[in-house]
């Protein structure tokens, strides 16, 4: 029986179109490559990727007694967080509104036969 493990971080302060940049390269990866791809690319969100695919390594391994070594990454989202709204002040006594983006990642690993 195959296990699917989730593991999600909530209100990370990205924005969910960079976020999604740094998800689509790990999509369908081995769990282990995604890590060493991950740690080579250059982007803020792969620091948040990473910790969070480790997260779900963690649970799959503690929860369910899986080998990291036979996890893959099924699926990876990062859906839109709320927005922090600022203002800035703009020429003749106006604002001009600023959306501080944040996003919700979520990773879900399943276990691959080993070959």
Not at 50 to 76: C, F, H, Q, T
Request: aromatic residues 6%; hydrophobic residues 40%.
């Amino acid at each position: 029986m195959t296990h699917r493990v989730r593991a999600v971080a909530r209100s990370i302060r990205i924005s969910p179109y960079k976020a999604r940049l740094v998800c689509n390269l790990v999509k369908g990866m081995r769990a282990e490559e995604a890590l060493d791809a991950l740690r080579f690319t250059p982007k803020k969100a792969a620091r948040y990727v990473e910790k969070l695919i480790r997260s779900a390594m963690a649970n799959a391994e503690n929860n369910y007694g899986l080998s990291p070594a036979d996890l893959y990454v099924v699926d990876i989202r990062a859906d839109d967080g709320p927005r922090y709204k600022r203002v800035r002040f703009a020429a003749r006594g106006r604002v001009r509104p600023i959306l501080k983006r944040t996003t919700h990642l979520t990773v879900v690993l399943e276990e691959q036969a080993s070959e």
